[in-house]
């Protein structure tokens, strides 16, 4: 289980942006989390993901509590983590390809990088794997970023409104990786929107975060 537990966090320490909330997505589940703009809910899945440190409260991966964060995680907890955001092209270093950019986190591993499997699965051609991020679209783009993340083959997914950017061809297309690959692998998924249709035929329960 991913679990975050009495966490209050934010930028100022005199104003945190989320106090005392705790959420834990389940292996195999999917979470949905709303909330209007503003309420904290990047905040939060950016503490899951451990690339924020929250001013109190605790992370755990699978009973593990997580001591570091950003830089400090532990990779062995990292890389248990995928995460996926909203603007592909803020997340991607524009100089790399496709295919690097799919490479990158199995490079940094030391593992083989599973390039042209990673990339059937989330329908990308083999001629759109030499063109850098300028050269692709925006879901594109963003299904190479969801190749990325699956690469390690993480157990927990985080999707901080991954979707937003989309059409909703691509956003049903992407969903249906993120479940296939849930059901192959029991991962536990926790999916930000503002789109509560999207979330209700998503998630198997929403938890809203208040102003
Ligand atoms: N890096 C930052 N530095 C300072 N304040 C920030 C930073 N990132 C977010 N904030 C502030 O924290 C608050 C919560 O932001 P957050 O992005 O977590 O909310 P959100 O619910 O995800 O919003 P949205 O739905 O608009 O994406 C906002 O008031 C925002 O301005």
Redesign the pocket.
Known sequence: MLSATAITA???PRQP??TDISLAVEPGATIGLA????????????VLSLLHKPFSGTVTIDGAVVEGFRYRAPRQYRTRIGVLF?QPRLSVDPRMTLRQVIAEPSRANGKPDRVDDLAELVALTPDLLDRRAHEVSDGQLQRACLARALALRPAYLVC??MTTMLDASTTAALVAVIRDYQKESKAGVLA?S?DMQLLDRWADEVRQ?DP
Not at 35 to 46: C, E, H, Q
């Open positions: 934010g930028y100022h942006v989320i909330g209007p703009s503003g309420s904290g809910k990047s905040t939060l899945a950016r909203q901080d409104e930000i503002h975060l």
